[in-house]
């Protein structure tokens, strides 16, 4: 009795998986996966933003991030972009939509700088 019952469930699995094949019933193709946006991170540490250089792609977003006990801002020669003041763990980002290069300063610390060239 048991042989016939696991031989009718074999049967049974093997008419329904090929039931789509007879329905004409196809898979879904698999959806493409949507692309992460590019980012980059500079830590500002020690009156230093490290990296002191990025080199990134055009759309690519960099987030400043105070790791110093002193207050820091983040702020484009050319006027590109200006952080607020910013305290320990706090963030600023930017996204570079268009390639150049932008330098930037401390305006708190204007010894501190650093750039970013985007291709």
Not at 22 to 27: A, D, H, L, W, Y
Not at 28 to 39: D, F, G, K, N, Y
Not at 46 to 56: C, H, L, Q, S, W
């Amino acid at each position: 009795m048991r042989r016939s019952v696991c031989i009718g469930s074999i049967i049974l699995l093997l008419a329904v998986g090929s039931n789509r094949a007879v329905s004409g019933e196809k898979t879904p193709p698999a959806q493409p996966q949507q692309a992460a946006a590019a980012s980059a991170e500079v830590k500002i540490d020690n009156f230093k933003f490290g990296p002191e250089a990025v080199t990134i792609a055009a759309g690519t977003t960099v987030t400043w991030t105070n790791r110093d006990d002193i207050p820091h801002t983040v702020v484009s020669t050319e006027g590109a972009f200006k952080s607020k003041v910013m305290d320990t763990d706090e963030k600023f980002s930017f996204t570079f939509s268009k390639p150049g290069t932008y330098e930037y300063f401390c305006s708190v610390h204007p010894k501190m700088t650093g750039k970013v060239v985007v291709e």
